[in-house]
């Protein structure tokens, strides 16, 4: 059965609206340590689709500017936000995004249903909540202040990041383009649509004729952009099959594998699918794996959706490959995902500097499995969605290093525009190129 919310207009007090209450929820099960994906179906399960929109665009405004908000509450509150309990805090922080970052949401709204919420929390909380929205609401003009003296304390707060990874950027790329990339990170990142078993052109009038205004992507002119609200899943385009959901960064990595037609490939970290259907419409067979069986089920499921006939679902572990050797192998490794915080943005609260040695063991071992079930003369596909040396091209080099019948290999010539490639490698940049962070290497097995 579906809710519908009233978020603004027309609501009482005493009446906190479920989209409301599915944000906080939100909040509790990612400190809970919940993926926000997860998290949002859980809260969000049961909102009709406009009420999911209000409730991700509120999520989202809070996780973006977390940092930012913090620091307008901490000097708010007295003795600073360390002394509140974390439902008050979440409260608040959803309180605060609404009154400066979503338009739609009047202060008294914003205000008193947050005060409701916090009754919940015990004596005191409402009270706490009234004065303190209220007093960001009237000093919402002067709330840019007091700026930190650090260069990078004041960037990281700025654009709401962790400082040590704003600091590794900035020594990496230079205080303006990192702060290009923060900009990039904290922008909406539209759905991008990949037609299937029909062309771009059917696509877009299928769209159209539903009263959707499709529009191209950077760099991926045969995908079909989408605009923000637009509910994928219930397109009638979606349901018959004839697309799927795939951020250009995503396609391009499969652009620049250039597989030769007819291959038998395997796709060992294959969830969402979205790679192995790109594969699929060259490769003769894809033998697409993953350790989850949820996640595999949902690639099957897609598989099915879409008809798709030379994709096969296995549960398999990457690190003990279930396939022979075969022509081309695809490792999509498990990594920071330091590329895609537009789309993840609870991902930077949630990343350690501790992980990126954790994520590196554990891609050096799937690399080593991958090289494995290469065939000579075929081809290992390493890539990540991270922007870090460590997990990209520092990889590369260490399995060049310790595997002397693999040499990196470059795409042939025009696959992937030039100014995705550097040195052979795939590199794209949310700041440069408009489109989530990946990286790739092609490696190709000498012959025997």
């Known amino acids: 059965m579906q809710r519908h919310d009233t978020n603004v207009q027309g609501t009482s007090r005493a009446e906190v609206t479920h989209s409301r209450l599915g944000a906080a929820s939100v909040l509790r099960d990612l400190r809970a340590g919940a993926l926000l994906d997860a998290a949002f179906e859980t809260a969000g399960g049961d909102l009709d689709a406009r009420d999911r929109r209000w409730l991700r665009e509120l999520v989202y405004a809070t996780l973006r500017r977390r940092a930012w908000i913090d620091a307008v509450l901490d000097t708010r509150v007295r003795g600073g936000l360390a002394r509140l309990a974390p439902e008050l805090t979440d409260l608040l922080r959803l309180g605060t995004a609404q009154l400066l970052f979503m338009d739609s949401v009047p202060a008294y709204a914003a205000i008193g249903q947050t005060v409701e919420q916090a009754k919940a929390l015990g004596l005191g909380a409402s009270k706490l909540a009234n004065a303190v929205l209220r007093r960001v609401d009237r000093e919402r003009d002067r709330l840019d202040s007091p700026t930190p003296a650090d260069p990078l304390d004041a960037l990281a707060l700025a654009h709401s990041h962790p400082r040590w990874l704003v600091a590794r950027w900035v020594a990496r790329w230079g205080a303006e383009n ?15 649509l990949r037609p299937y078993g029909l062309v771009r052109e059917q696509l877009e009038a299928m769209l159209e004729d539903a009263g959707v205004a499709p529009f191209e992507p ?15 899943a219930t397109l009638g385009a979606f349901q018959q099959g004839h697309c799927f959901a795939q951020d250009p960064a995503a396609t391009m990595v499969t652009r620049y594998a250039a597989v030769p037609a007819g291959v038998t490939m395997a796709d060992l970290c294959a969830a969402p699918g979205g790679k192995a259907f790109e594969l699929s419409r060259t490769a003769g067979q894809v033998v697409a794996c993953d350790a989850s069986y949820p996640r595999a ?31 081309a192998v695809l490792l999509d490794a498990p990594c920071t995902g330091t590329g895609t ?7 930077r609260w949630r990343l350690k500097p501790s992980d990126l040695a954790v994520m590196s063991a554990v891609q050096r071992t799937l690399l080593d499995a991958a090289a494995s079930v290469v065939r000579p003369d075929g081809l290992l596909i390493y890539s990540t ?50 489109m989530d962070g990946a990286f790739a290497a092609r490696l190709r097995r000498r012959a025997a």
């Not at 950077?218 to 994928?232: I, M």
């Open 178 to 192: 990192t702060r290009r990339l923060l900009e990039a990170n904290n922008a909406e990142a539209y759905t991008i």
């Open 341 to 347: 915080f537009r789309r993840h943005p609870d991902a």
């Open 385 to 434: 969605c991270s922007l870090e040396a460590e997990e990209n091209d520092e990889q590369i080099e260490a399995f060049l290093e310790s595997h002397d019948d693999f040499t990196l290999e470059a795409p042939p010539a025009g696959v992937v525009p030039e100014s995705v490639l550097d040195a052979g490698r795939l590199r794209v940049l949310p700041h440069v190129h408009g």
């Open 297 to 327: 089920t949902r690639i099957a499921e897609s598989v099915r959706r879409m008809g798709v006939p030379n994709v096969h679902v296995v549960v398999a572990d990457a690190r003990r490959p279930c396939v022979p050797k075969v022509d």
């Open 218 to 232: 950077p760099l991926e002119p045969d995908s079909v952009g989408v605009p923000h609200g637009v509910a994928v």
